[in-house]
């Protein structure tokens, strides 16, 4: 993250003792607690020591195409687009905001070039680990690799849902996406939801129009 685009570096976590950081860790923590309610103090250290608070502004580049992905991100606050391209156009692959992990699955999980763009599209704060760093973790602390497993099966299980939502017309996927990510109405620009959806600005115009008209839309399930 030495880049200038990559983020700006707010503080390492070996000397983080503000209250501010110190609440971005306990957001974290909570959140694995749910998939391992109990684990040592020596791990939750280790994963302190190697964390960095990284600090995102407002269509700053978390990862390019052609780069290699790293780094995990935590987000704390903000919101990341992540992109594609499909027949020479820039399309918007998913959103990622507050408690999501943020990587480029496949460029991340297997230290290769990335297909994909993750930009941020608020100001964004994320504590962030490196790949090495974590592969480190997994190998002293084994009862980290329950967490690193029951977070890549929920993840596994939000993307298999969201992959059945090709059935769905995109009217329907429209209110879909806000019914089960509701954390994310009203942040989306209309040319990165348009464009999710595989749709034009002014079908999407007509969507939101239909909804201001009847609220109370039928929504798949």
Not at 183 to 192: A, C, H, S, V, Y
Request: hydrophobic share 35%; aromatic share 14%; with cysteine.
């Amino acid at each position: 993250m030495k880049r200038k685009h990559h983020g700006t570096k707010v503080l390492h976590m070996v000397n983080a003792t503000s209250p501010e950081v110190q609440h971005y860790f306990e957001i974290m923590f909570k959140d694995l607690k749910v998939h391992l309610p109990f684990f040592s103090d020596a791990l939750k250290n280790a994963i302190i020591d190697s964390c960095e608070v990284c600090s995102f502004k407002r269509n700053a580049i978390l990862l390019d195409y052609g780069e290699t992905c790293r780094y995990c991100y935590f987000c704390i606050k903000g919101l990341v687009t992540g992109r594609y391209i499909k027949d020479g156009a820039e399309k918007a692959k998913w959103f990622f905001a507050e408690h999501d992990m943020i990587i480029s699955v496949k460029s991340f999980f297997n230290q290769v070039v990335s297909l994909d763009k993750l930009v941020a599209k608020e100001p964004t704060i994320c504590l962030a680990i490196s790949w090495e760093k974590l592969e480190n973790i997994y190998a002293e602390y084994p009862e980290f690799n329950k967490i690193g497993r029951k977070l890549t099966e929920h993840y596994y299980e939000l993307a298999e849902e969201r992959a059945m939502w090709i059935n769905y017309t995109a009217e329907e996927r429209y209110h879909l996406l806000f019914k089960e990510y509701p954390k994310l109405e009203n942040r989306i620009t209309d040319t990165d939801l348009a464009s999710y959806l595989g749709i034009s600005r002014q079908y999407l115009s007509a969507i939101k129009k239909r909804c201001i008209r009847s609220p109370r839309q039928r929504i798949p399930g």
